[in-house]
Antibody, heavy 121, light 106 residues
Framework: QLQLQESGPGLVRPSETLSVICTVS??????????WAWIRQPPGKGLEWIGS???????YWNPPLKSRVIMSVDTSNNQFSMRLTSVTAADTAMYYC?????????????WGPGILVTVSS | SHGLTQPPSVSVSPGQTASISCSGE??????VSWYQQRPGQSPVLVIY???RRPPGIPDRISGSNSGNTATLTVSGTQSMDEADYYC?????????FGGGTKLTVL
């Protein structure tokens, strides 16, 4: 079955850019109606949607984060990525990638294990 | 976008039925999904389209959605059901999650 795996630095300095890549296996990131999403969870807190992208590049963002988020899809490597600029300690969180089925308004049926990113000097 | 409100915690005795609510303006007009997150694990989809279960989710877990409230029901609660549960919906071109409910099996 389809699997997702996040990767990237676990430590980012304040004011710098956080970058996470999600590698999709046992399935294609291209075609169909699926979108590919990023969700984060600060330690001890709830889930926060960051944004979702289609393989063509069409994207939706959470408005409070939109000005700092850059999302892209790499169909040749079956990966999608997220960059968050000008990070602060408030951006410390577990970052998850997930598949959104049946269009951008669909549900998240597959999640990666997550990657903990800490923002600290 | 409109937020989704969940109770912070719900407690239930083993074998009993637990109900977790999720409230939002005209929530019944939108599809609601529910996710179970056990400690140290990623969220798992347990209900989508208000009441549908993905493969592998026991029929002890059910969902409903009407008016301004969606409800997740766990029947015959077991210790393995102890987890955080999050509702989720799409609203005004954004994804919205509820704040989460910690289900404790006493």
């Amino acid at each position: 079955q389809l699997q997702l795996q996040e990767s990237g630095p676990g430590l980012v300095r304040p004011s710098e850019t956080l970058s996470v890549i999600c590698t999709v296996s046992n399935g294609s990131i291209s075609g169909g109606s699926d979108y590919w999403a990023w969700i984060r969870q600060p330690p001890g807190k709830g889930l926060e949607w960051i944004g979702s992208s289609y393989y063509t590049g069409s994207s939706y963002w959470n408005p409070p984060l939109k000005s700092r988020v850059i999302m892209s899809v790499d169909t040749s490597n079956n990966q999608f990525s997220m960059r968050l600029t000008s990070v602060t300690a408030a951006d410390t969180a577990m970052y998850y990638c997930a598949r959104v089925v049946k269009g951008v308004t669909g549900h998240f049926d597959r999640w990666g294990p997550g990657i903990l990113v800490t923002v600290s000097s | 976008s409109h937020g989704l409100t969940q109770p912070p915690s719900v407690s239930v005795s083993p074998g009993q039925t637990a109900s977790i609510s999720c409230s939002g303006e005209r929530l019944g007009d939108r599809y609601v999904s529910w996710y179970q997150q056990r400690p140290g694990q990623s969220p798992v989809l347990v209900i989508y389209h208000d009441s549908r279960r993905p493969p592998g989710i026991p029929d002890r877990i059910s969902g409903s959605n009407s008016g301004n409230t969606a409800t997740l029901t766990v029947s015959g609660t077991q210790s393995m059901d102890e987890a955080d549960y999050y509702c989720q919906a799409w609203d005004s071109s954004t994804v919205v999650f509820g704040g989460g409910t910690k289900l404790t099996v006493l």
